[in-house]
């Protein structure tokens, strides 16, 4: 069965700051891999994905993530955090249906 | 403007009361989802659908329903049977041979 672990479930970091969110999946095959954003009350924006091919992946709003096999791991970089990107953060795994990690909600203290 | 039209936003029933979420998308994607997120627990998957006239039950099915009588509309049934439905309900979207899964901006259910 596939699973997703996202071992944070807040974290707060200051505006400049980088940030990283960890994800540990299990998943019997070669993953499809998805960072998913949601602001309160909102829908789920894709971040970015990844599937085959170079291990580090850049998204929208700044956001890469790197696929590492032999740690089962898709962790989520950003260099420089802004205000606005203070909300939580989804990592799942799966195509045609998805598991989802318990998410992580990142405060940006100003 | 192509996307995906859930409402109401929130939604009010006593406990006992059947309710209807609707999920329209105009994106012509062929697979549908349900999912029910819950504070700490991530999305879970209720019912998905890959076509039309056919749908599965995911991880937490038990308590719901769903039709899918036209391709762009998927609506989920809360039923009495349901133990729990206070919640965040989000519907996604998926084209046929695509990767990634479109969300509506969801449904906030609140039983009482």
């Known amino acids: 069965a596939q699973s997703v672990t996202q071992p944070d479930i807040h974290i707060t970091v200051s505006e400049g700051a980088s940030l990283e969110l960890r994800c540990n999946y299990s998943?019997?095959?070669?993953?499809?891999l998805f960072w998913y954003v949601q602001s309160p009350g909102q829908g789920l924006q894709l971040l970015l994905k990844?599937?085959?091919?170079?291990?580090l992946v850049q998204g929208i709003k700044g956001f890469e993530a790197e696929f590492k096999r032999s740690q089962s791991s898709f962790n989520l970089r950003k260099p420089s955090v802004h205000w606005s990107d203070a909300a939580e953060y989804f990592c799942?795994?799966?195509?045609?249906?998805?598991?989802f990690g318990g998410g992580t909600r990142v405060l940006v203290k100003p | 403007d192509g996307g995906i039209t859930q409402s109401p936003k929130y939604l009010f029933r006593k406990e006992g009361q059947n309710v209807t979420l609707s999920c329209e998308q105009n994106l012509n994607h062929d697979a549908m989802y349900w999912y029910r997120q819950d504070p700490g627990q991530g999305l879970r998957l209720i019912y998905y659908?890959?076509?039309?006239?056919?749908?599965q039950k995911g991880d937490i099915a038990e308590g719901y329903s769903v039709s899918r009588e036209k391709k762009e509309s998927f609506p989920l049934t809360v039923t009495s049977a349901q133990k729990n439905p206070t919640a965040f309900y989000l519907c996604?979207?998926?084209?046929?041979?695509?990767?990634?899964?479109?969300f509506g901006p969801g449904t906030r259910l609140t039983v009482t």
């Open positions: 998943y019997g095959a070669t993953p499809y």
């Open positions: 990844y599937f085959s091919g170079d291990t």
């Open positions: 659908s890959q076509i039309v006239n056919d749908f």
């Open positions: 996604a979207s998926r084209l046929a041979g695509g990767d990634e899964q479109y």
């Open positions: 799942a795994v799966g195509l045609n249906k998805l598991t």
